[in-house]
């Protein structure tokens, strides 16, 4: 939960970098809330089967559009790469497969145009 906070705290921050472990952790922990969420939705019975979409699983995917984007962009900066790269993810199936390559290869070593090593000790 505490790269899940960390991200949270860079709320709208798409400069800098972002370690594997921050970006993974931050997916993993958005993953299980919004199952939990979704769960809630179904048994408070505010899940509408039309939409697909509940109101505490809804609310909690607006709260956190921004934060995902931000984080998804900085570790795409930590391998180099520009955070428009991110609208890739638009096209079906080849995007997100891209996008998932990008996200679990290593960072650069040392400096890059998107700033110092996150890995580096400091």
Do not use: Q
């Not at 790269?85 to 679990?104: C, D, E, K």
């Amino acid at each position: 939960m505490n790269w899940f906070g960390a991200a949270l705290k860079k709320y709208a921050t798409f400069s800098g970098r972002a370690r594997r472990k921050e970006y993974w952790y931050f997916f993993l922990c958005y993953v299980l809330l919004s199952i939990l969420l979704a769960a809630f939705d179904v048994m408070l019975g505010v899940h509408d089967e039309k939409s697909g979409v509940g109101l505490l699983s809804g609310t909690f995917a607006l709260a956190t559009l921004l934060p995902a984007i931000a984080v998804g962009a900085r570790r795409l900066h930590d391998t180099g790469r520009t955070g428009w790269w991110l609208l890739i993810g638009l096209v079906p199936l080849i995007g997100g497969i891209i996008l998932f390559i990008f996200a679990v290869r290593d960072g650069d070593s040392g400096p890059n145009a998107y700033g110092p090593d996150p890995k580096a000790p400091a």
